[in-house]
C-alpha cells in the first residue's frame, strides 16, 4: 500500500512535469489559445478553496481566504487557465510555509471599477514561507530557475510553474508581480479587468 502510494505521488508528478513542459512549448510558440467563457466567480473560488485548503491545512498552515467581490457575478475569462494560475501560485505558497505560518489568498476589485460593463479585479496570495532573497527577484520568472540552487532539491519542482504563470497572466492583460523579504515571506499578485458576463 506505502509502495502504491508512492508510485502514485511519483506517477503524478511525472504528469505535471510533462503537462508544464506542454505548456511552455505551447505558450514559447505562439500555439496556446484562451478560452474564455462567461463563469460564475463564487463558485470559482469555493471551488478553488475546496482544492487548495486540505493541502495548506495537512501542512499545518492557516489558509485564509478574503473575497472582496464577485457575489452573484458572472466574469468572462478562461476559467482553467485562471485556475491554473492561482493554484499554482497557492501551491508554492504552501510548499514554502512552515507549520503553523499562514496563507491568504485575496480577491479585491478596484475602487470605482464596479458598475461598468467590466470589473478590475487584483488576485493576491500571500504567504509568511522563506522568502525570496533580492537577488533572486529578477530570475524566478524564468523558465527552469528556482531561487535558490538547492530549491529544488529541499522542496521539488521543475522551476516552471512561475513562468507559466506569468505568461498566462500575460495572456490574459496582466502582469504577474512579487514582492519578498527573506525569511519573512512573499506575495505574488496580479491584476485583471474582466468583462461582465
Not at 505551447?26 to 478553496?49: A, H, W, Y
Not at 487548495?52 to 492557516?62: T, Y
Not at 489568498?105 to 487584483?122: A, D, H, K, W
Request: glycine share 12%; hydrophobic share 40%; aromatic share 6%.
Amino acid at each position: 500500500s506505502e509502495h502504491l502510494e508512492k508510485l502514485k505521488q511519483s506517477g503524478n508528478l511525472l504528469l505535471s512535469i510533462i503537462n508544464n513542459v506542454l505548456d511552455m512549448a505551447k505558450i514559447e510558440s505562439g500555439k496556446m489559445e484562451l478560452n474564455v467563457q462567461p463563469m460564475d466567480m463564487e463558485d470559482f473560488v469555493r471551488s478553488l478553496e475546496g482544492m487548495m485548503r486540505p493541502q495548506a491545512e495537512q501542512k499545518g498552515l492557516r489558509f485564509i481566504v478574503e473575497n472582496r467581490c464577485c457575489q452573484g457575478l458572472a466574469l468572462v475569462t478562461d476559467r482553467l487557465r485562471l485556475e491554473q494560475v492561482l493554484i499554482n501560485i497557492i501551491g508554492n505558497a504552501v510548499k514554502f510555509t512552515g507549520e503553523g505560518g499562514d496563507v491568504i489568498f485575496s480577491i479585491t476589485p478596484e475602487e470605482g471599477s464596479s458598475g461598468g460593463q467590466r470589473e478590475r479585479l487584483t488576485f493576491s496570495v500571500k504567504d509568511t514561507g522563506i522568502g525570496i532573497a533580492s537577488e533572486a527577484m529578477d530570475s524566478i520568472f524564468n523558465a527552469f530557475e528556482q531561487a535558490e540552487k538547492n530549491t529544488s532539491v529541499k522542496y521539488g519542482g521543475t522551476g516552471l510553474g512561475l513562468a507559466i504563470s506569468s505568461r498566462l497572466v500575460q495572456m490574459m492583460g496582466g502582469t504577474l508581480g512579487v514582492r519578498s523579504v527573506l525569511g519573512e515571506g512573499s506575495e505574488f499578485y496580479f491584476t485583471l479587468t474582466l468583462p461582465i458576463g
